[in-house]
């Protein structure tokens, strides 16, 4: 890994509240064959042993950025895409991994392909169990009206995620979370292009944890979600056309708009989601 930023394509954001020795995982999971531009954001860590590694790294040239007060995941992402300059950026939260190679490979394909805004593939969960969560190859504004299937690991082009403010809360910085589903929902509306690495290619790995933030969120969805609509007025009022050209089969179509959206998340979701993962709904079976 090469902190160098003059001839970095690619940089990477990592975020960080109290996130002890995962820290150093993700960090150590960075390894391309190529200058990649690293930096920390610490979010106001109060953990000793995290602010004692956060130290450690910035002695061995990492660059960490002390963020006051603090302020959630979505303002440490911007303050690290703000403190960069790679004309690519790839966010790794502390509890997730990169896959040694694949920020070079991603670079490649949005090299190749000027007109796209974002080079994303399938993700490999770990930690409770194991699965290839399988990602839709391009980016359908109706699905993302409904639900984000689109994972916060990928590739994004700089000079179109930065002027939309990068990642933003949708209900403000009192109403933090669904800072990625707010980010893909700004691309669907501006008619924006992704690029897909192939069925069953993982580009980044995302550690499944029992708490944190994304549960929190999921806990207001209804709220969040009612900021996202608000945020989104084009998106919503083409659904209708959207639907049209979704390549969603028609009992998909017909089932998003109920199951997702502004109504509660199914109470019993723990337990419907480890059958549908048995069947390979929205997985790639192994």
């Known amino acids: 890994m090469d902190a160098g930023s003059l001839q970095a394509r690619v940089a990477v954001v990592i975020p960080c509240f109290n996130a002890g020795p995962m820290l150093l995982e993700a960090l150590a999971s960075v390894q391309e064959p190529e ?16 602010l004692e590694l956060l130290d450690r790294v910035e002695s061995g040239g990492v660059r960490v950025i002390r963020q006051t007060p603090n302020g959630g995941c979505a303002v440490a992402r911007t303050t690290g895409v703000e403190a960069t300059s790679a004309p690519y950026l790839f966010p790794l939260d502390t509890d997730d991994l990169a896959i040694p190679g694949m920020l070079s490979q991603l670079a490649d394909q949005l090299d190749e392909d000027p007109g796209a805004a974002v080079c994303a593939g399938d993700y490999e969960e770990f930690g409770a169990y194991e699965v290839m969560r399988a990602v839709p190859d391009r980016l359908d504004p109706f699905r993302v009206a409904y639900t984000n299937e689109y994972a916060v690991g990928a590739l994004y082009r700089r000079s179109v995620v930065q002027p939309l403010g990068s990642w933003r809360d949708p209900g403000g910085p009192g109403q933090r979370g669904y800072e990625d589903w707010n980010l893909w929902m700004d691309l669907a509306e501006r008619g924006e292009r992704m690029i897909h690495m192939g069925p069953g290619v993982p580009v980044y790995r995302r550690r499944v944890l029992e708490t944190g933030v994304n549960h929190d969120s999921r806990r207001r969805h209804a709220k969040l979600y009612r900021s996202l609509r608000e945020s989104h007025p084009d998106l919503f009022a083409r659904v209708g056309e959207h639907r049209r ?40 079976r192994r």
């Open 35 to 50: 200058p990649v531009e690293v930096v920390v954001v610490d979010d106001q860590s109060t953990d000793p042993a995290t």
């Open 245 to 284: 050209g979704s390549d969603l089969s028609r009992v998909r179509k017909l089932l998003y708009p109920v199951i997702y959206g502004d109504r509660r998340l199914l109470r019993g979701e723990r337990f419907i989601k480890p059958v549908l993962d048995r069947v390979g709904v929205w997985t790639l």
